[in-house]
């Protein structure tokens, strides 16, 4: 249960979460609170629009249309993953739905009842996200799109400390719709888990590959942790309490593969337990090859040492 976020609220968790936003028109006082309630919040609900076009898709789910008045959710998530924000407040897309399946999204349940009654107004409790896609089934998904999706949950979830089983599908709520058509929800919600495992991009900087000296954004919110010495400190036979330091922050995140230790001297126990760290942060490849990089540093957070 929560209280709905404010639009300044909304903006700055999807923003942090990495995502290009618009603000629409006049989103931030564009609702259907003057038709029922708005909260508590239980969830995210995603749809697909059943339209093709960016723009006009985006004016449809602000206007809405004459047997549904808008807004027909809170942000539309377009082709190319950018979301437009149309509403705050209550909104037309969720309709009523089942009251065991809201008891399972308040519960986070692990396992979402069938959706076989419409007796519970969803358009009260639940976010909504209209994707932009035909639903015919052949209209494809965009990666882009789909890490959008991802995103948006994920940043509502960790603003309101949820987690991913907060999040559904209308198909999931409202006997009779099938939308989102195209992807499962189930391994939606797994991906959203991964994401909020992590920490939320936008202000991370995790773009770019790990090892290659790409700049990563500076992040000066996290003043005393110790700044990366660069991947060649990093060889056999070095030594230091930087190293040390790392070494305790590793079997914190539940990455230590040390037999004894972790001490001063850099060894290869040291690079198993890093590359560990790496993968845990979804690095592949040689990415992961356990010497370390700025951008999984950055993340780990070694104390200055
Ligand atoms: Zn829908």
């Known amino acids: 249960m929560a209280t709905p976020l404010t639009a300044d609220e909304l903006l700055r968790a999807l923003r942090e979460e990495g995502l290009t936003v618009h603000e629409v ?4 006082h564009h609702n259907r609170n003057a038709k029922g309630h708005w909260g508590p919040l239980h969830g995210v609900m995603i749809h697909h629009t059943v339209t093709e076009g960016t723009d006009s898709s985006v004016e449809l789910c602000y206007d809405g249309h004459p047997d549904l008045p808008g807004p027909l959710c809170h942000g539309v998530i377009d082709k190319q993953g950018e979301v437009h924000l149309v509403g705050n407040g209550r909104a037309n897309h969720a309709g009523l739905g089942d ?13 979402l009842p069938a959706d076989n009654a419409a007796d519970t107004d969803g358009n009260r409790h639940f976010y909504g996200f209209e994707c932009i896609n035909l639903g015919n089934g052949e209209d494809p998904w965009p990666e882009a799109q789909k890490a959008a999706i991802e995103k948006v949950s994920a940043a509502i979830c960790r603003a309101h400390k949820w987690t991913e089983r907060s999040v559904i599908g209308h198909k ?3 006997p009779g719709k099938v939308d989102p058509r195209g992807f499962p929800m189930d391994g939606m919600r797994e991906a959203i888990k991964r994401r909020l495992a992590k920490e939320p991009q936008g202000t991370e900087g995790t773009e770019g590959t790990e090892g290659d000296g790409r700049p990563v954004p500076p992040k000066p919110q996290h003043p005393p942790y110790e700044p990366f010495p660069g991947s060649a400190f990093f060889h056999s036979g070095a030594k230091s309490p930087v190293i040390t330091a790392m070494g305790e922050r590793l079997v ?3 990455c230590g593969h040390y037999e004894q230790g972790p001490g001063p001297e850099w060894t290869e126990a040291d690079r198993t337990s890093y590359a560990a760290w790496q993968r845990k942060l979804g690095f592949r490849g040689k990415d992961a090859d356990g010497v370390p990089g700025k951008a999984s540093w950055e993340r780990l957070h070694v104390p200055h040492s």
Request: hydrophobic share 40%.
């Open 252 to 254: 914190a995140e539940g």
């Open 99 to 111: 009251r065991d399946v809201l008891e399972a999204v308040i519960n986070e349940a692990s396992e």
């Open 172 to 174: 999931e709520w409202q």
């Open 25 to 28: 028109r006049d989103w931030r």
